[in-house]
């Protein structure tokens, strides 16, 4: 019998930190979109 922890397929599965962090990071990405589309309304031109 082996131990659990020298299984080496077994991940453990994502908990609601993973999620939170996933949600934070799509709130940044669109929160940068709706700023250069904004930004665009005012002539403004990246680079």
Request: glycine share 10%; net charge positive; hydrophobic share 50%.
């Amino acid at each position: 019998m082996s131990r659990r922890s020298s299984d080496v397929g077994s991940k453990a599965p994502p908990d609601v930190y993973v999620g939170l962090l996933f949600v934070s990071v799509s709130a940044l990405i669109a929160g940068i979109i709706l700023l250069v589309l904004e930004l665009g309304r005012y002539n403004w031109q990246i680079g």
